[in-house]
């Protein structure tokens, strides 16, 4: 965790020690009652989470026992949606897919990563690393909207890609790489790549930077090659960003939305179909709000399932 | 030495290269916006007739003065009211200790996870029901909401380390709470406050699943969800779709480049907290 406590500026008006010990006291009945005045100070936080956050997941739990069409009169189907999401082979490919992006949103960046911000290491605080810090930035900047017509078009058959593929001697193999079955998944996996490799490297860079160079002197002595280096000093001194890395690119794979809504609508077929596209078009174009609801109970469990073992991983480390 | 500067170099290419990539459909979206409106253009090519006119149909087409407007008022509509009772809440349970307060804390954390997706549907049902489908408003109380688990962790995460002995040194000087907390450790805590409000800056504007669901009018959603209205109407106009995209990213562009050191820090710690 990093530290983000400000510079300590003296701010209290005319504190003075040898006053307090005469008024304990009343100070301590005061305090107690100021205890108590945190639940105004909290409350409409918890009003605003409570309303929108805790009320619809409730819901959300609720109508997953229901077969219901969002308008006429709902039907009780007990757990009749999730045998239904646990055993229909589309539902199942549908989360499946969202594991396969996790190779792309979350591996690929997370190494392709960790391989460049070893290699800058020894740049890293150069001009051009800094300018590097701002423009790999760019697409956590931008909305993911804005990628995916971007990258659309990039894909397309007549688009950049093709063109460079052409050029390279490999014209062979170009296509609508957003609309073939078979290449359709790894296209907005590319997407979502181009969108996270930024922020992973930057993340890693800058937990890189924090190692103290004397361990690296210590395992140079010590005639350690640079794999063992890497192995040996390295990874465990950036254990806490990769988690980081880890899991904020796991559950942007898994929840995945914006990416895909754009630049294929999960087609073509089912072919890049996710859960989280998957429950707006159940709930909202075809009326199959129980359904829908269970598919999203499914897809919160998931999440955490994946993302707390990481958390506890890296915690465990840390406390070595 | 010799080895110690091929390093050098190859991380310079490494990185020139990774740039260029990142780069590459930004210059796309430049160059094909450029293209003459309504043909088919091939590739990264910089056109004969540069047709910036392009830009103004763009901009007219898709009522960009609206939709920023729009994203203006959606963004004072969140950021502010989230930011405010996000401190209040990170105060009382990071610094007030209020009893009870761990158990809230665990409340907001269960939410720190959450997609959206997860709640969207019954969101949609219960927006419904206040009448505020199709209004500004059907973003602006959800996202607040939404916003909480992140921004009272974060504000917490500030509270837990605030100094106790400036809080005792007051109260022995007759200051209620709520001076407490808006003399003295709202002024202290303003870097975290900082990167919180560009980071809920950032993520309202980018928002789109609940701009989509709730909202159907282009002109009363954020950007982002415009800019998906925007491609189902001009996806045919490659030329003008990809000049409109460009116009959308502009604002957030700009903001970012000015407030650029700020950002990369805000998403960084936004990250590491996360």
């Known amino acids: 965790m990093l530290d983000l406590s400000p510079g300590r500026r003296p701010a209290a008006p005319g504190s003075a020690g040898s006053r ?45 026992l229901y077969q219901w069409d969002g308008i006429g009169p709902s039907t009780w189907a007990g757990l009749g949606n999730y045998t239904t999401v646990f055993t229909d082979p589309a539902l199942l490919a549908i989360i499946g897919n969202a594991f396969k992006l996790i190779v792309a949103f979350s591996v690929v960046p997370v190494l392709l990563g960790l391989a460049v911000a070893v290699v800058i290491r020894r740049i890293s605080t150069s001009r051009l690393a800094l300018t590097a810090r701002t423009v790999l930035f760019l697409p956590q900047v931008i909305p993911l909207v804005a990628a995916g017509i971007a990258w659309s078009w990039l894909l397309s058959s007549t ?5 460079f593929l052409s050029a390279i001697g490999l014209g062979g193999i170009t296509r609508a790489w957003l609309g073939d079955f078979s290449t359709a998944l790894p296209a907005v996996g590319l997407i979502g790549a181009w969108v996270l490799v930024g922020l992973c490297t930057v ?20 005639g350690a090659g640079l794999w063992r280096e890497f192995t040996a000093v390295t990874l465990p001194s950036i254990r806490q960003e990769i988690a980081v890395c880890v899991t904020v690119t796991v559950i942007a794979a898994l929840a995945s939305f914006d990416i895909v809504y754009i630049s294929t609508q999960g087609g073509p ?15 909202f174009s075809h009326r199959q709000v129980g359904l829908a609801s269970a598919l999203a ?7 955490l399932a994946c993302v707390l073992p990481i958390q506890r991983l890296a915690r465990k480390g840390g406390a070595q | 030495v010799i080895g110690s500067r091929r390093e050098v170099i190859s991380g310079r290419v490494l990185l020139i290269v990774l740039m260029a990539v990142t780069v590459l459909p930004f210059v796309s979206l430049l160059t094909t916006a450029l293209q003459p409106s309504g043909t088919y253009p091939s590739g990264l090519a910089w056109p004969a007739h540069p047709q910036w006119g392009n830009f103004t149909q763009a901009f007219e087409a898709a009522q960009m003065g609206r939709l920023l407007e729009s994203s203006v008022l959606i963004v ?52 419904q029901g206040m009448g505020l489908l199709n209004t500004r408003w059907a973003i602006i109380l959800p996202l607040i ?11 917490r995460a500030h509270f837990v380390t605030a100094p106790g002995e400036l809080t005792d040194a007051a109260r022995t000087d007759g200051v209620n709470t709520w001076q407490l907390f808006w003399r003295i450790h709202v002024p202290l805590a303003r870097p975290a406050i900082s990167s919180l409000t560009i980071l809920l800056f950032l993520w309202t504007w980018n928002q789109f699943l609940l701009a989509i669901v709730l909202v159907d009018d282009p002109t009363k959603r954020t950007m982002a969800g415009a800019l998906g209205a925007f491609q189902g109407q001009w996806g045919t ?22 407030f650029q050191r700020h950002f990369v820090v805000a998403l960084l710690q936004g990250s590491l907290k996360g």
């Open chain 1, 203 to 222: 993340l890693l860079m800058s937990g890189m930077t924090k190692i103290d160079p004397s361990l690296y002197e210590a395992a140079r002595i010590d």
């Open chain 2, 76 to 127: 004072a509509g969140v950021v502010p009211v989230s930011v405010l009772i996000a401190t209040m809440a990170g105060f009382a349970i990071g610094h007030l200790r209020m009893p009870g307060g761990r158990v809230v804390f665990l409340l907001f954390l269960l939410g720190l996870t959450l997609p959206f997706e997860g709640v969207i549907t019954p969101l949609y049902y219960e927006v």
């Open chain 1, 269 to 283: 077929g089912d072919a890049t179909m996710v859960p989280g596209l998957e429950i707006y078009e159940l709930a």
């Open chain 2, 237 to 258: 106009n490659i030329p003008l779709l990809c000049a409109g995209s460009l116009i959308i990213l502009v604002p957030t562009l700009v903001v970012f480049l000015a």
């Open chain 1, 20 to 64: 307090r010990a005469s008024r304990q006291k009343p100070r301590a009945r005061r305090a107690g009652r100021a205890r108590w005045a945190g639940w105004l100070f909290v409350a409409p936080a918890l009003a605003m989470y409570g309303l929108f956050v805790l009320r619809p997941l409730g819901l959300t739990i609720q109508y997953s």
């Open chain 1, 159 to 163: 688009g950049v890609v093709n063109q």
């Open chain 1, 297 to 303: 109970v499914v897809l919160i469990v998931v999440v």
């Open chain 2, 145 to 155: 909401g939404l916003f909480m688990p992140f921004s009272v962790y974060w504000m």
